[in-house]
Nanobody, 124 residues
Framework: VQLQASGGGSVQAGGSLRLSCAAS????????MGWFRQAPGKLREFVAGISRGGRVTDYADSMKGRFTISRDNAENTVYLQMNSLKPEDTAVYYC??????????????????WGHGTQVTVSS
């Protein structure tokens, strides 16, 4: 599956952005999906994950209550709604697909496919 992330941009602190990740192919609903991010000089970190059917989600602690992951299997797309953005949210955001029916959203090694990333910049 090929993944294309979009929706990044520059916003001021407190603002919102909605990232989208469009997937190719007809089997999107069989993939667990995740969002990760990498800030300059830092390791890539988990942001959020969602199960194949969309009923189970997981968030990194610093994103809980601010970010919401969702998916539309009919549209082959996963979303990340980001509210109350902070300068420390500045990073390249990546979507990823895991072909196994897993709830281990946080492990990067489980993901088989990665998008190219979209830049999010939050200014203070």
């Amino acid at each position: 599956v090929q993944l294309q992330a979009s929706g990044g941009g520059s916003v001021q602190a407190g603002g919102s952005l909605r990232l989208s990740c469009a997937a190719s192919g007809h089997t999107f609903g069989t993939y667990t999906m995740g969002w990760f991010r990498q800030a300059p000089g830092k390791l890539r970190e988990f942001v959020a994950g969602i199960s194949r059917g969309g009923r189970v989600t997981d968030y990194a602690d610093s994103m809980k209550g601010r970010f919401t992951i969702s998916r539309d299997n009919a549209e082959n797309t996963v979303y990340l709604q980001m509210n109350s953005l902070k300068p420390e949210d500045t990073a390249v955001y990546y979507c990823a697909a895991d072909g196994t029916p897993s709830y281990s959203f946080r492990s990067e090694s489980r993901y088989d496919y990665w998008g190219h990333g979209t830049q999010v910049t939050v200014s203070s």
